[in-house]
T-cell receptor, first 109, second 111 residues
Framework: GENVEQHPSTLSVQEGDSAVIKCTYS??????FPWYKQELGKRPQLIID?????GEKKDQRIAVTLNKTAKHFSLHITETQPEDSAVYFC????????FGTGTLLAIQP | KAGVTQTPRYLIKTRGQQVTLSCSPI?????VSWYQQTPGQGLQFLFE???????NKGNFPGRFSGRQFSNSRSEMNVSTLELGDSALYLC??????????FGEGSWLTVV
């Protein structure tokens, strides 16, 4: 069945450093890999996504890489800022969007 | 454009009661998904509807049900409430295979 594993569950980095969150999925038919950010008390919001026909996508300080052979994809945040503190969720279909368990990212000033 | 609207935002129910939550999707979105969010379990998929048909279902007991109307609005119902049903219930609408747009959620507390 579908399964998405996300690591780490918590991550603390110094402001200005980089953060990397990794997810693995089980269904080889998965073809769309979004990342959501959820700030405390707010709704999850899409920050970046990637489709299976590309290996990497970048949007300013955020990038996502995909390794279809190994069935994992990662979120990279560079030059972290305090406003990056939130819970980040990865997700994978193909038939229903299954979310990872989330990563609480804390940016230390 | 207006976002996803969920009502009610907050509610308190007693064990054994039932509850109905409503979700109005973004105009033009025909796919609606429901998720349960709890601190220890993250975002758990409940079900997904498209054109009034349930397309996918998560691993929840039969006490959890839903439906979608012809205008794409969706409702979910939980019967015989248990303390463990206390959670944030999130609805997300999308075009087929597209970005899920989440509502603010309905906070359910069962006492």
């Amino acid at each position: 069945g579908e399964n998405v594993e996300q690591h780490p569950s918590t991550l603390s980095v110094q402001e200005g450093d980089s953060a990397v969150i990794k997810c693995t999925y089980s269904d080889s038919a998965s073809n769309y890999f979004p990342w959501y950010k959820q700030e405390l008390g707010k709704r999850p919001q899409l920050i970046i996504d990637i489709r299976s026909n590309v290996g990497e996508k970048k949007d300013q300080r955020i990038a996502v890489t995909l390794n279809k052979t190994a069935k994992h994809f990662s979120l990279h945040i560079t030059e972290t800022q305090p406003e990056d503190s939130a819970v980040y969720f990865c997700a994978a279909p193909p038939y229903k969007l299954i979310f990872g368990t989330g990563t609480l990212l804390a940016i230390q000033p | 454009k207006a976002g996803v609207t969920q009502t009610p935002r907050y509610l308190i129910k007693t064990r054994g009661q039932q509850v109905t939550l409503s979700c109005s999707p973004i105009s033009g979105h025909r796919s609606v998904s429901w998720y349960q969010q709890t601190p220890g379990q993250g975002l758990q998929f409940l079900f997904e509807y498209f054109s009034e048909t349930q397309r996918n279902k998560g691993n929840f007991p039969g006490r959890f049900s839903g439906r979608q109307f012809s205008n794409s609005r969706s409702e979910m119902n939980v019967s015989t409430l248990e303390l463990g049903d206390s959670a944030l219930y999130l609805c997300a609408s999308s075009l087929i295979g597209g970005e899920r747009n989440f509502g603010e959620g309905s906070w359910l507390t069962v006492v």
